[in-house]
């Protein structure tokens, strides 16, 4: 079974702080993907990795960077959290190929800024 | 105009009966086809993938693609109420340079 995991379930976080959200996958998938969900809007991607080192942007990149380290870990990071950061945000990875949308989601992360 | 449509519903059936879930997309081009289930409180997991025109069937589960209408379908039949759930349809559009789009979601209710 493919098992992909974030680093936290719920996470409070003040306005301005750094905020780091990791996520590892152990399919050694080439595509890692980080995606955030809020109501109304649906699923909104925010980057995506199809190898180690290598990023590209998704839709809503703005206020976000990524690493890309290791080929089972894919990390977001907020630079200076805002209270519209505010969400739900979901780590997906996939193999390659045709299968490269056959996504496997981790748990997510609430966060919330305040 | 949004590249994936879905009705939000809420969708409610009784138990035992078929539950029709449909999606639309915008680009003709695109090639993919995915139906994700997400309960409340978790995170979306795969349920169908189909690739060309037709029925695909697993289980309860049958997806069915029209490209020239451009619409994706998800039929559950015997409704079961662990089924009551959110399904997002979600289609690989390769002219774009995203690629991937997810709809924002059909709610689904089976009545016991």
């Known amino acids: 079974d493919v098992k992909v995991t974030q680093s936290s379930r719920y996470l409070v976080k003040r306005t301005g702080e750094k905020v780091f959200l990791e996520c590892v996958q152990d399919?050694?998938?080439?595509?890692m993907f980080w995606y955030r969900q809020d109501p109304g809007l649906g699923l909104r991607l925010i980057y995506f990795?199809?190898?180690?080192?290598?990023?590209e942007k998704g839709d809503i990149p703005e206020g976000y960077s990524v690493s890309r380290e290791k080929k089972e870990r894919f990390s977001l990071i907020l630079e200076s959290a805002s209270t519209n950061q505010t969400s739900m945000y979901l780590c997906?990875?996939?193999?390659?190929?045709?299968?490269?949308?056959?996504?496997?989601f981790g748990p997510g992360t609430r966060l919330t800024v305040t | 105009q949004k590249e994936v449509e879905q009705n939000s519903g809420p969708l409610s059936v009784p138990e035992g009966a078929i539950a029709s879930l449909n999606c639309t997309y915008s680009?003709?081009?695109?090639?993919?086809f995915f139906w994700y289930r997400q309960y409340s409180g978790k995170s979306p997991e795969l349920i169908m993938s189909?690739?060309?025109?037709g029925d695909k069937e697993d289980g309860r589960f049958t997806a069915q693609l029209n490209k020239a209408s451009q619409y994706v379908s998800l039929l559950i039949r015997d409704s079961q109420p662990s089924d009551s759930a959110t399904y997002l349809c979600?289609?690989?559009?390769?002219?774009?340079?995203?690629?991937?789009?997810f709809g924002t979601g059909t709610s689904l209710t089976v009545i016991p």
């Open positions: 997906a990875s996939s193999s390659r190929g045709l299968k490269a949308y056959e996504q496997y």
């Open positions: 399919m050694d998938h080439e595509n």
């Open positions: 990795s199809y190898d180690v080192k290598m990023k």
């Open positions: 680009d003709r081009g695109s090639q993919s």
């Open positions: 189909i690739y060309s025109n």
């Open positions: 979600a289609v690989n559009t390769p002219n774009t340079g995203n690629q991937f789009y």
